[in-house]
């Protein structure tokens, strides 16, 4: 391993603690040049550092604007690492060389920030990044051999054979899967404490500025194998989170109640005299039309307008009255004229009931 490191470029070291180091403020000439690998990492892991011991509300603009710069940075930083084609398939964790070794970090810090990304519509998109996030960074882990564990199953796994894998499983396969789950925790919670005590050890060495290339590998490959533990649990975590929220999604958009389309409306045209009538239609084609003496003659010869078929109350010799004061107004009579006016004129000067004192008093 040592004959491996020696060949490395060294000149690529940029840090030697723990924390991604303290850039200093650029000089006036170096404004343009655009920022080198090792800075775009450093800086997006002080930012995931800084919000992750921030004591501000996680939905708040000022610490959503750092994860957002964060994300960018890392993203800036993967693009690079990609192009410089720094790791391979076929290469031993020990051709690895100590400045690359913090590299491998790069996936796994884009996913813990992009779970930090707040924002209730878009928290199952963002779920789903971080998942394909860390699952990239163990993937990458296992190939290169950095500790032993087992690689989740893919989303499309999950989907295929229920939320955890058992869906054909019988209870009692069920209870044992629990019951290794279960273990599993342990155990990575156990690793978890022994790395970030012996974290703490190398960090000392490191800080002071004398740790020689061995200890500063140790101290990058420490802080790997305690983020494979954090990605082991944070994918657990997304997975249930996931499920949740697909359910719920279900959920809403069955109980919606469906609302019946309505057909649309045919438009017409309500005309206002016979000339439009016979060019548009009456505008209710379905129904016959006529005048109102057509209905009441048609009415009149089928006996049911309303004074039809009912009998008179008054003697014959009124009705044979009324029958000639009729005739007389038809025949335009003068004395039948004039009585009529006169009775008409004295209505218009008398009241209704106008002299009947009849039980009065």
């Known amino acids: 391993m040592a004959e491996s490191v020696a060949n490395c470029d060294m000149t690529r070291s940029e840090s030697s603690g723990s924390e991604p180091p303290k850039l200093s403020e650029p000089s006036e000439n170096s404004c343009s040049d655009p920022p080198r690998l090792s800075e775009l990492l450093d800086r997006g892991w002080g930012i995931f550092e800084e919000v992750d011991s921030s004591n501000e509300p996680a939905s708040s603009t000022a610490l959503q604007a750092r994860v957002k710069q964060g994300i960018s940075l890392l993203e800036e930083a993967s693009r690079m690492a990609a192009q410089l084609h720094l790791f391979s398939r076929n290469e031993e964790l020990e051709e690895v060389c100590t400045a690359d070794l913090k590299y491998l970090l790069l996936p796994a810090l884009l996913g813990a920030l ?27 882990c296992q ?128 005309t206002k005299d016979a000339v439009q009538a016979r060019v548009f239609g009456a505008g209710y084609p379905s129904l016959p039309t006529m005048t109102v003496d057509d209905w009441y003659e048609q009415h009149q010869k089928r006996g049911v307008l309303p004074d039809q078929g009912v009998p008179r109350t008054g003697s014959p010799e009124e009705d044979r009255e009324d029958e000639d004061k009729e005739k007389k107004a038809d025949d335009d009579d003068p004395e039948a004229l004039l009585k009529a006016r006169n009775w008409d004129d004295w209505k218009d000067t008398h009241r209704r009931g106008y002299g009947n004192r009849h039980n009065m008093g």
């Open 143 to 270: 190939e290169y051999h950095v500790a032993q564990f087992h690689l989740p199953r893919s989303s499309t796994e999950d989907t295929e054979q229920g939320p955890h894998g058992l869906s054909d499983l019988k209870p009692s396969a069920d209870l044992v899967s629990m019951a290794a789950q279960r273990q599993a925790k342990i155990e990575r919670y156990r690793q978890k404490k022994e790395l970030e005590a012996q974290l703490s050890d190398v960090r000392r060495a490191v800080d002071t500025g004398q740790a020689d290339e061995e200890v500063q590998r140790n101290f990058y490959l420490l802080n790997i194998r305690r983020w494979i533990t954090v990605g082991l649990e944070e994918i657990e975590s997304i997975d249930q989170e996931v499920e949740i929220l697909e359910k719920m999604d279900v959920l809403k958009h069955s109980t919606e109640p469906s609302k019946p389309r309505r057909p649309p409306m045919k438009p017409f045209i309500l």
């Open 114 to 140: 992009t779970l930090k990304t707040s924002g209730r519509e878009r928290r199952l998109e963002n779920l789903r990044a971080a998942r394909v996030y860390f699952m990239d960074f163990l993937g990458r």
